[in-house]
């Protein structure tokens, strides 16, 4: 049974301008796929990833993760499964601003959870930041540190609740070289556990790290 399943797809957002960036896409994420997705700056490419992590929904079509349909559910519903079963690394880093690098971890593991981290927890969550260079800056706030290491905390938060479905935009961003590779190894390790990574890409020496690369234009998805 595949993890993801996406099938004609469409979003429009109606403003001013009548935009459709998702026009069809139909498509499927198995378990342990590492899979990326291309195309020029404004084509759509958030918008599919929203849209497969549950926090958007589609204009129509269906998306099913785990074999639950969830266009059908609920908010209450989508928030359950979401917090399940999707680690999501956004294109900002989106950390919460009054928490430290670590209690942004413990946070979203109590979201996992529904209660307190275990030590266990917390003592993985410090192993991961210091993994990600982050074990002098565990306790500093997001704004006490560089958009490079907020986005590596973004990362680390993504990756401590063992997720099924990694969907991470544009996660290299900000980052120099060597922790930009160090952040593909960490992706592609988490495909080889069976988990499947959908990722965002401009830079085509990462994108050729995935098992399948696709390039979303004019809303439609193809394979390259
Ligand atoms: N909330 C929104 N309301 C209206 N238009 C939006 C909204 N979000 C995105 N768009 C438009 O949809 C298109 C695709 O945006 P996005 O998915 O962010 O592209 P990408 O990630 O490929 O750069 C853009 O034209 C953008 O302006
Ligand atoms: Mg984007």
């Known amino acids: 049974m595949s993890l993801c399943k996406l099938h004609?797809?469409?979003?429009?957002?109606?403003?001013?301008?009548?935009?459709?960036?998702?026009?069809?896409?139909?498509?499927?994420?198995?378990?342990?796929?590492?899979l990326t997705i291309e195309g020029p700056s404004g084509t759509g490419k958030s918008t599919l990833l929203y849209m497969m992590g549950g926090l958007l929904r589609p204009t129509s079509g269906e998306i099913h993760l785990s074999g639950q349909d969830m266009t059908s559910l609920d908010d209450a519903q989508l928030t359950t499964l979401r917090s399940r079963c999707i680690g999501f690394i956004f294109q900002e880093a989106n950390?919460?601003?009054?928490?430290?690098?670590?209690e942004n971890l413990l946070f979203a593991l109590r979201l996992r959870r529904g209660a307190s981290p275990t030590g266990e927890e917390r003592r993985r969550s410090m192993a991961m930041?210091?993994?990600?260079?982050?074990?002098?800056?565990?306790?500093?706030?997001?704004?006490?540190?560089?958009?490079?290491?907020?986005?590596?905390i973004a990362i680390a938060r993504a990756l401590i609740t063992d997720?099924?479905?990694l969907i991470a935009d544009e996660p290299t961003n900000d980052l120099d070289p060597h922790w930009a590779?160090?952040?593909?190894?960490?992706?592609?390790e988490q495909s080889?556990?069976?988990?499947?990574?959908?990722?965002?890409?401009?830079?085509?020496?990462?994108?050729?790290?995935?098992?399948?690369?696709?390039?979303?234009?004019?809303?439609?998805?193809?394979?390259?």
């Open 8 to 34: 004609n797809v469409v979003k429009e957002y109606q403003g001013e301008e009548h935009v459709r960036p998702v026009d069809g896409v139909t498509m499927e994420v198995q378990p342990g796929d590492f």
């Open 181 to 188: 590779q160090r952040v593909m190894e960490l992706l592609q």
């Open 129 to 152: 930041l210091d993994t990600l260079g982050l074990g002098e800056r565990m306790h500093f706030l997001p704004y006490q540190l560089s958009v490079g290491q907020r986005r590596r």
């Open 95 to 102: 950390l919460l601003p009054a928490l430290s690098a670590l």
């Open 163 to 165: 997720s099924a479905l």
């Open 192 to 224: 080889q556990q069976g988990k499947a990574v959908v990722m965002v890409t401009h830079h085509d020496v990462w994108a050729s790290w995935a098992r399948h690369r696709y390039y979303l234009d004019n809303g439609q998805l193809r394979a390259r």
